[in-house]
Structure formats: C-alpha cells, structure tokens
C-alpha cells in the first residue's frame, strides 16, 4: 500500500528565506505527483504536477521536483513571503500496473509559517 | 465561475440519523472524488467516480455510499453516521485523472456526529 510521508510537520521561516518542503512515497510506481496548498478553513488549491517521466516543474517561486527510484519529491519555495503560510500536501497518483489506477495517496502535510 | 460545490458547508447531526452531502461541478468533468481530512492522518480517499454509473471504493469506503446518475453530481451518503465519521470532507473533481490535469477542490464540509 502506498504511503506518503511529509517532514517537517510544521515549519516557521522568516520573510525571505528560500526553503524546500519534502515528500516521500514507498511505492515508485506512480503516474504523476502534485503539490497542493491548503489554507485554513479552504479547500485545496493545485501548485504544480509531475509526470513520472518529468524531474521538475516550475511556476514562479514554486519548483517540484521528483526523482521516482529514489520516491521523493521537493517543492522549492523561493524568497518567501507571509502570504506563502499555509500546509503543503503532496499526493501521488498510482500507476494503472499497479492496480490502484485512480486512487490518490496524499501526505499528511507541511504546516509553512512564514514570519515578516 | 468554474467551481466545485459542497453543501452543507457545516453539519451537526446525531448518531445514526442518515444524511447526504452533495457536490457538483460545473465543468463538465468526468472524474470525481470524495476525500476525508483528519488531524494527523492527512486526506483519504473514500469513494471515487470515472464517469456517470462508474464508482469504486477509495481506501477509507466503509459506512459511505455514492452515486453518479449525473456527470455533474457526486452526492456523498452516510446511511447511519457515527462519532467516527466526524471530519472535514472535501469533493473534487478532474477532466480525467491520469493526465496533465489538475484535481479542483470544493470548499470543504465539516461534520460533526455526536
């Protein structure tokens, strides 16, 4: 069973700081991986999504990363800004070989403080 | 607007007493999705849908049901609720999953089940 693990738990940088946020899979047969960002009491907003066959994907100061054999994803957050404070959640897509076609795993989450 | 929705948006209810949380979108998506979010646990998928007449279970399906009679509505069934299913659930849907495309999110319901 696929199981997806974020650490930190909860982060607090100041304003400006770069810093990455990890994810961690167990099963290397993923389709794709995205990275979400919840704030509270809101549902999730999309940031970015990896193909299985891409290593990186970049959106402004966002940049993921995925290196499958190793089954960990980063997510670069650069000069960071308070209105960047929110939890992080990545979730893997498994592969269709893999029987679990369809089904999302997500991580617990990253909580990001980011202090002016 | 493109958006999914969710009502109700909070709901307190009593063990046992049979509700239903709807969602629907308006984009004409074929995949929907029905997650739960715990403390600790993160979110779980309970039941999705590939296409209209098309669910299968997610990994946390017990004490749920859907349906699909509609490409537009994904309601959420909780024929005898109990204090466990307590959470904050959240629909969303997709043009299709296993592609480029992103999963949207509804707001959020949070049930309480004393």
């Known amino acids: 069973k696929q199981e997806v693990t974020q650490i930190p738990a909860a982060l607090s940088v100041p304003e400006g700081e770069n810093l990455v946020l990890n994810c961690s899979f167990t099963d290397s047969a993923i389709y794709n991986l995205q990275w979400f960002r919840q704030d509270p009491g809101k549902g999730l907003t999309s940031l970015l999504l990896i193909q299985s066959s891409q290593r990186e994907q970049t959106s402004g100061r966002l940049n993921a990363s995925l290196d499958k054999s190793s089954g960990r994803s980063t997510l670069y957050i650069a000069a960071s800004q308070p209105g960047d404070s929110a939890t992080y959640l990545c979730?893997?897509?498994?592969?269709?070989?893999?029987?679990?076609?369809?089904?999302?795993?997500f991580g617990t989450g990253t909580k990001l403080q980011v202090i002016p | 607007e493109a958006q999914v929705t969710q009502n109700p948006r909070y709901l307190i209810t009593v063990t046992g007493k049979k509700l239903t949380v709807t969602c629907s979108q308006n984009?004409?998506?074929?995949?929907m999705s029905w997650y739960r979010q715990d403390p600790g646990l993160g979110l779980r998928q309970i039941y999705y849908s590939m296409n209209v007449e098309v669910t299968d279970k997610g990994d946390v399906p017990e004490g749920y049901k859907v349906s699909r009679k509609e490409k537009r509505n994904f309601p959420l069934i909780l024929e005898s609720p109990s204090p466990n299913q307590t959470s904050l659930y959240f629909c969303?849907?997709?043009?299709?999953?296993?592609?480029?495309?992103?999963?949207?999110f509804g707001p959020g319901t949070r049930l309480l089940v004393l």
């Open positions: 979730a893997v897509l498994l592969h269709p070989n893999s029987g679990g076609y369809q089904k999302v795993t």
């Open positions: 984009m004409n998506h074929e995949y």
């Open positions: 969303a849907s997709s043009p299709r999953l296993a592609g480029v495309e992103t999963q949207y």
